[in-house]
Nanobody, 118 residues
Framework: VQLQASGGGLVQAGGSLRLSCAAS????????MGWYRQAPGKERELVAT???????DYADSVKGRFTVSRVNARNTMWLEMNSMKPEDTAVYYC?????????????WGQGTQVTVSS
């Protein structure tokens, strides 16, 4: 079972970017999925989470600008980032609470770099 994040890149302030996080392998169920980010010299922080039922939560700093979504049948989650700011620059990580034969718990994907230029 693997979790793969993608979609990072360089964008100008005010621009948009869309990140994807896909789980692969033999998976029975994925509970809550989440996006986190870590800027240089800072601790990793929560960006957004989404439950299997579609309930979402956001960090105050991204409310109204970022939207998290998922399609359970595809074991995939997205993060739509709009009105981006330089302070959104960070390595973005996804995680998922997975139920499978080989994984029972939180799995992290590799990070994807997001850079917002001013």
């Amino acid at each position: 079972v693997q979790l793969q994040a993608s979609g990072g890149g360089l964008v100008q302030a005010g621009g948009s970017l869309r990140l994807s996080c896909a789980a692969s392998g033999s998976i029975y169920r994925i509970n809550t999925m989440g996006w986190y980010r870590q800027a240089p010299g800072k601790e990793r922080e929560l960006v957004a989470t989404i439950t299997n039922g579609g309930h979402t939560d956001y960090a105050d700093s991204v409310k109204g600008r970022f939207t998290v979504s998922r399609v359970n049948a595809r074991n995939t989650m997205w993060l739509e980032m709009n009105s981006m700011k330089p302070e959104d620059t960070a390595v973005y990580y996804c995680n998922a609470d997975i139920r499978s034969r080989v994984v029972m718990g939180i799995l992290w994907g590799q990070g994807t770099q997001v850079t917002v230029s001013s």
